[in-house]
């Protein structure tokens, strides 16, 4: 997995294989566990990805500037959200990608989340 931030537009984007991309969806569901990142810090990259449980409402993704980790808490509810797109990207035959940005009403998103791209294994867009 390459966890990197983008200083210049405020978000983190994510590449990794369909396995890694299951195995976060995991921890997102379960509300614990940490994926690690291969990206170097020199390259603005992120230690990986911590989730921890919280009580809402709904998912906050945070930058932990500390410990150079990107960070996802939230209801289980609105974890499980996630944790859905991010299996479907993992398994999706086609390549796309997903923005995960916060707007008034979102579904699962808090106020205030960090923006997070996430690529699919099979490639940033379409083939079709």
């Known amino acids: 997995m390459r966890l990197t931030l983008d200083a210049a537009f405020g978000e983190v984007d994510l590449k990794a294989s369909a396995e890694e991309l299951i195995a976060l ?3 997102v ?3 614990t566990g940490r994926v690690d990142s291969t990206a170097t810090r020199d390259s ?3 230690a990986g990805i911590q989730v921890v449980q919280s009580s809402g409402p709904g998912v906050r993704i945070d930058l932990d500037t500390g410990r150079n980790v990107l960070v996802i808490s939230g ?3 609105s974890r499980r959200l996630l944790a859905e797109n991010l299996h479907d990207l993992a398994t999706v035959e086609d390549g796309y990608h997903l923005h ?3 707007f008034p009403d ?3 998103l808090a106020e205030g989340s960090m923006s997070l791209v996430v690529s ?3 490639g940033g867009m379409p083939a079709r």
């Open 25 to 27: 969806a995991g921890a």
């Open 29 to 31: 569901a379960r509300g």
């Open 44 to 46: 603005g990259g992120l």
């Open 75 to 77: 209801d289980q509810g």
């Open 100 to 102: 995960i940005d916060y």
């Open 106 to 108: 979102h579904s699962y």
């Open 120 to 122: 699919s294994p099979r």
